[in-house]
């Protein structure tokens, strides 16, 4: 049975509450339901939220049974504080495809049965409340009370994560943050066209009006120039993708493989996407650097990714310690190809 969460706080109308902090408020958007408001400046890397999971499906595949036998075991209040969450429901079934194709399996096709009548059903239930507000936690999925209540953003100010050191799902800011302005993370891969994303959002029950869905035809627009952006992503991360992890020295020994991870690295940067993923480049071009005894600029991509991975994630997170250690022996090599040009002795 999960432990209780001590951290739930909902008001006796029931109109949400931030959990307490200092960063955000939550208020009525036109168009939105509810979201985050910034209520003061807030600095790039800073850790807004920490939130315990409510409730937790610890399978990916997760069926509705799976859903109520979390539920099951909640306390009263926190059964309470599910039901004031978004839900799904209530979209026109001539959204969606009308048959389920002969060849999918028994159990996926009650599974798509169970999920198509609760977004299109009448009433919230537990399942369209999951389907809207479930975030990816280890090998399965939950709901956080606090962190259900960030709506998405193509091009986000924040990112979230599971941080299974400490048990909790935290939101960082990735670039700084006006007061008054919208709090933003982004429930898909950044990497995917207008087309996918457009796909995946409306499984949550709505159109993204942000910027990068606008007129992708229009060439003076934005969202031209981040479907250009995030086509030469998919491209660079398809072509480095077999090299990275542990077959990065096969990269660091190919003529251009730096170069395109630099790039990369640049284009995420521009698509506002200072998240794990760029830490995770920077990384990757860190120990190819270092691999190729060019320990100068080793230390200058390592020293962005540790920048990078401790805004995005803070210095708790699980692997911050094997990018910071990492850092510290390209460092140590740099000094002592120094102090050798300097013709000093170890
Ligand atoms: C996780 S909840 C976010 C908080 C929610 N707005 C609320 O009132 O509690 C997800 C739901 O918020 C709404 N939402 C999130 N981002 C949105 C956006 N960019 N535009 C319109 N609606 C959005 C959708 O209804 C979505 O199903």
């Not at 060019?294 to 699980?318: H, L, N, S, T």
Request: contains cysteine.
């Amino acid at each position: 049975m999960p432990a209780p969460n001590n951290n739930i706080i909902v008001s006796a109308d029931m109109i949400p509450v931030a959990s307490e902090n200092e960063y955000y408020t939550i208020r009525a958007l036109p168009g939105k339901g509810y979201g985050c408001i910034a209520l003061r400046s807030i600095p790039r890397g800073t850790r807004i939220l920490v939130d315990e999971p409510l409730l937790i499906v610890h399978k990916a595949d997760y069926m509705k049974a799976d859903i109520e036998a979390s539920f099951f075991c909640l306390t009263p209040s926190q059964k309470e504080a599910y039901f004031t969450l978004h839900s799904g429901h209530g979209q026109p079934v001539s959204a969606w495809p009308s048959q389920i194709h002969p060849s999918v399996p028994a159990r996926d096709r009650q599974r798509i049965e169970e999920q198509h009548a609760a977004r299109t059903g009448p009433a919230p239930t537990l399942i369209s409340i999951f389907q809207a507000n479930c975030m990816e936690m280890g090998a399965g999925a939950a709901v956080f009370l606090h962190t259900s209540r960030f709506n998405h953003a193509c091009v986000p100010n924040a990112c979230f994560t599971w941080n299974a050191a400490i048990g909790r799902e935290t939101i960082h800011t990735m670039r700084d943050v006006e007061e008054g302005e919208e709090i933003t993370i982004s429930y898909v891969d950044m990497e995917h066209d207008k087309r996918l994303r457009a796909w995946e959002l409306k499984h949550y029950g709505f159109v993204c009006g942000c910027d990068a869905c606008g007129d992708e035809e229009d060439e003076a627009s934005y969202a031209y120039e981040s479907a250009e952006r995030r086509l030469q992503i998919q491209v660079l991360g398809r072509e480095t993708r077999l090299l990275r992890g542990s077959r990065l020295t096969e990269g660091a020994k190919q003529p251009g493989f730096v170069n395109k991870l630099l790039k990369l690295a640049v284009l995420l940067q521009e698509e506002g996407c200072w998240d794990a993923r760029l830490a995770g480049v920077f990384f990757d071009i860190a120990l190819v650097c270092e691999y190729n005894v060019d320990f100068k600029m080793g230390v200058i991509a390592g020293e962005k990714a540790v920048r990078i991975k401790k805004d995005c994630q803070g210095i708790d997170f699980p692997d911050f310690k094997k990018y910071a250690e990492a850092v510290e022996r390209i460092k140590a090599s740099r000094r002592r190809e120094m102090g050798e040009a300097n013709g000093w002795r170890a």
